[in-house]
């Protein structure tokens, strides 16, 4: 779905804002955020659904990392969180780059990766890594 789409426009985005505000009207604010954290997974989901748990992992690590840098200032979570996204995100965008120029550097074939670069990698990685620093 994209977001000039026809069914975003009419369908989703006035859905979203209507819970919304409903949620925040009749419950709370707290219901209202949690409304729209479902309504971003669904829409990150609508694309590619096998590819929710690769953010879910993301956001889990990454919030577990910020939560035991606000404990400790630590510099060894901020290091394997950096790790952890940098790598996420090398391994998405060049893994398949990589093993195709071994190929062609060797004549034959190793593996075929077939990976497919899940949408937004590169914005909710960066958004991540300023978090964790942030923190």
């Not at 994209?2 to 426009?9: G, I, K, N, Q, V």
């Not at 992992?57 to 990392?65: G, P, R």
């Not at 398949?96 to 497919?116: A, D, M, P, R, Y």
């Amino acid at each position: 779905m994209l977001f000039s789409s026809t069914e975003f426009l009419l369908m989703f985005l006035p859905t979203t804002i209507a819970g919304f505000a409903l949620a925040v009207q009749l419950i709370s604010m707290r219901a209202g955020t949690a409304w729209l954290l479902a309504c971003s997974l669904f829409f990150y989901a609508y694309w590619s659904p096998p590819l929710l748990p690769l953010l879910l992992a993301s956001i889990v690590v990454n919030f577990a990392c910020g939560r035991a840098l606000f404990r400790n200032r630590s510099r060894s979570f901020l290091v394997a969180g950096l790790i952890f996204n940098l790598g996420l995100l090398a391994y998405f965008k060049y893994a398949g780059f990589l093993v195709e120029n071994i190929e062609q550097i060797i004549g034959s074939e190793i593996v075929n990766l077939k990976i497919v670069l899940p949408l937004a990698i590169s914005f909710f990685t960066f958004q991540q890594v300023a978090y964790l620093v942030d923190v």
